[in-house]
Antibody, heavy 120, light 111 residues
Framework: QVTLRESGPALVKPTQTLTLTCSFS??????????VSWIRQSPGRALEWLAL???????YYSTSLKSRLTISKDTSKNQVVLTLTNVAPMDTATYYC????????????WGKGTTVTVSS | QSALTQPPSVSGSPGQSVTISCIGT?????????VSWYQQAPGTAPKLIIYEVTNRPSGVPDRFSGSRSGNTASLTISGLRAEDEADYYC???????????FGTGTKVTVL
């Protein structure tokens, strides 16, 4: 059974760096075509794709947030980490990590999400 | 990358069919099979219901079907049921930045 769980701070101050961890089980991120992606959803808004890391360690980012995002993986720990620098209130959202299948180009399993509020 | 365009809302009575459109371009929906649809009930994470334009994951009722014509993908829900009331999102690979893009989302209301 594939599961993913997001963890990180619930509250972050403006200008700080947000670090989120995705802990997963049921698959190996070193095996093609497995990838892990991060997605966020601001209150009442649509889903927004953020970043993806594949089995080979290649990374892909949203063009609008690329300068602020970093995605990395620790295959031995079955974890993927996302950092977002210089956060602002508009970064308040529920952040999801999910398994992404490269060849089908689809997200087949989602975590439950973690809510992050940016406020002073 | 620009979001794919969906209607904000659609509605139908139980038993009816509704169709949600997802308008993209030749850089995404029109030329790649990586088109998916997700259902998101209030307060929950999205759930995959269609992948590769027309395929249903196991466990998804065959009332849900996907199609594509040109740069527009569509999701049809047949025999609408109360539990289908949710937000629906499309997604696609996009070659403009070799990445991924979601649609603007559609709220389905069962009257």
């Amino acid at each position: 059974q594939v599961t993913l769980r997001e963890s990180g701070p619930a509250l972050v101050k403006p200008t700080q760096t947000l670090t989120l961890t995705c802990s997963f089980s049921g698959f190996s991120l070193s095996s093609r075509p497995m990838c892990v992606s991060w997605i966020r959803q601001s209150p009442g808004r649509a889903l927004e794709w953020l970043a993806l890391i594949d089995w080979d360690g290649d990374k892909y980012y949203s063009t609008s947030l690329k300068s602020r995002l970093t995605i990395s993986k620790d295959t031995s720990k079955n974890q993927v980490v996302l950092t977002l620098t210089n956060v602002a209130p508009m970064d308040t959202a529920t952040y999801y990590c999910a398994r992404f299948l490269w060849y089908q180009y689809t997200i087949d399993v989602w975590g439950k999400g973690t809510t992050v509020t940016v406020s002073s | 990358q620009s979001a794919l365009t969906q209607p904000p809302s659609v509605s139908g009575s139980p038993g009816q069919s509704v169709t949600i459109s997802c308008i993209g371009t030749s850089s995404d929906v029109g030329n790649y099979n990586g088109v998916s649809w997700y259902q998101q009930a209030p307060g929950t994470a999205p759930k995959l219901i269609i992948y590769e334009v027309t395929n249903r994951p196991s466990g998804v009722p065959d009332r849900f079907s996907g199609s594509r014509s040109g740069n527009t993908a569509s999701l049809t829900i047949s025999g609408l049921r109360a539990e289908d009331e949710a937000d629906y999102y499309c997604s696609s690979f996009t070659s403009t930045s070799t990445s991924f893009v979601f649609g603007t989302g559609t709220k389905v209301t069962v009257l």
